[in-house]
């Protein structure tokens, strides 16, 4: 096997170029090396103007998603190896404004993520003298929704969201789907009123990709098809019983 | 004195190609299990039609059967049940990430949650065969 490998990198100079290209690099092929390691070696040795977001290099902070030969991924916890011998081509997160080379604009995911509200929502001005309690059961209902790391893969992996970038999007129904299931928020009416919009959870078509490539199996598909059950029935009482609080 | 000009950002808005479903095998495998419910419809009419036939009287039975046989309507046929099979194997599919999990407080198989769809389709195609074998 050759001990490098060819990575083909989106460039995209805003105040230059119309649309990204591709540049290609010859790459140290390290068997302990991720993808991100890849892009280090180009950044410090190869290349210093090449821009790419990283930071924790342990699939925590979400930071450093990219698009590796069409497929969103974290850049640092996929193997460079895996794709030998190459080429492998890295571009940015799919369906999100790119503002230099692996760069991608979030304000619209930010504020998809402020609409849901997700924070835990009080009707009463109650302040507690100690903390809520919860049992392990009640904690597991929502824990597996809590793992989401915001790396927004889903979105990238989601056509629904490329087609229409009105759409709510999966991290962000899952966020909202977290405090739903939490025994101590009290918010679910009105997030369900913000997620049945049109914009919200029935733009789904259940594509299912978003929960394939969750790098903390969140599972943001589940989510979405929950809320849409939770929203259906929440109509329904609507109708057979209205002079009841929904 | 250099002069500078403040950054103004222009990003690039990435467009989606309408062939967006081509470029991999999962995008693809969803589009057929969406358009695959056509022959799902077409199943029902021919359904339809055989009622109709059946109600129509004998001749008219013997009518239909020979239009079935016709070898455009049965590689029509043929292409239909494989896309029906798959429109269903793929929806069957979602059912884990849908209701199952809810409806039952913790999470299950994948597997088991399956089984139920599986099991009324096995009984409904058994019953289908009986008829069609004579057994009942």
């Known amino acids: ?246 | 004195m250099p002069q500078y000009s403040t950054f103004q950002p222009k990003p690039y808005r990435p467009r989606m190609s309408p062939y967006w479903y081509l470029d991999r095998w999962p995008y693809l495998k969803f589009m057929v299990r969406e358009a695959s419910c056509i022959f799902v419809a077409y199943f029902a009419v021919v359904m339809l039609l055989q009622i109709h036939a059946i109600s129509a009287g004998p001749a008219a039975y013997v009518r239909f059967q020979a239009w079935m046989r016709c070898p455009l309507i049965l590689d029509l046929n043929a292409i239909a049940l494989v896309l029906i099979v798959f429109h269903a194997v793929t929806w069957f599919a979602l059912v884990p990430r849908v209701f199952v999990r809810q409806m039952m407080g913790s999470a299950i198989p994948d597997v088991v949650a399956m089984l139920p769809n599986y099991g009324a389709w096995f009984v409904a195609s058994a019953i289908v065969a009986a008829f069609i074998l004579r057994l009942i």
């Open chain 1, 1 to 246: 096997m050759s001990d490098t490998i060819i990575v083909e990198v989106a460039r995209f100079h805003p105040e230059r170029d119309a649309e990204p290209s591709y540049e290609s690099f010859e790459v140290p092929l390290r068997a302990d090396w991720m993808v991100l390691d890849a892009l280090t070696y180009i950044k410090d040795q190869l290349d210093g103007s090449l821009s790419f977001r990283w930071s924790c290099r342990m699939g925590i902070c979400g930071s450093c998603g990219m698009m590796v030969n069409g497929v969103p991924k974290l850049t640092c916890e996929t193997l460079l190896i895996n794709f030998a011998p190459g080429p492998v081509r890295i571009g940015p997160l799919d369906h999100f404004p790119v503002v230099k080379d692996l760069v991608i604009e979030m304000d619209e995911f930010m504020g998809k993520l402020q609409k849901v509200r997700p924070w835990i929502v009080r009707k009463d001005d109650y302040v507690p003298k100690r903390e809520f309690i919860q049992t392990p059961a009640q904690l597991d209902a929502f824990k597996q929704f809590t793992l989401c790391i915001n790396c927004m893969l889903c979105y990238a992996a989601c056509p629904v969201y490329g087609l229409d970038p009105s759409f709510t999007g999966p991290a962000a129904v899952a966020l909202a789907e977290r405090y739903n299931l939490d025994s101590r928020d009290q918010g679910s009416t009105e997030r369900t009123d913000i997620l049945s919009q049109h914009d919200g959870i029935w733009d789904c078509t259940v594509v299912g990709e978003c929960s394939e490539v969750c790098p903390k199996d969140v599972d943001p598909s589940l989510a979405i098809q929950q809320y849409k059950l939770t929203a259906t029935k929440d109509w329904f009482k609507t109708w057979l019983m209205p002079w009841g609080n929904k």
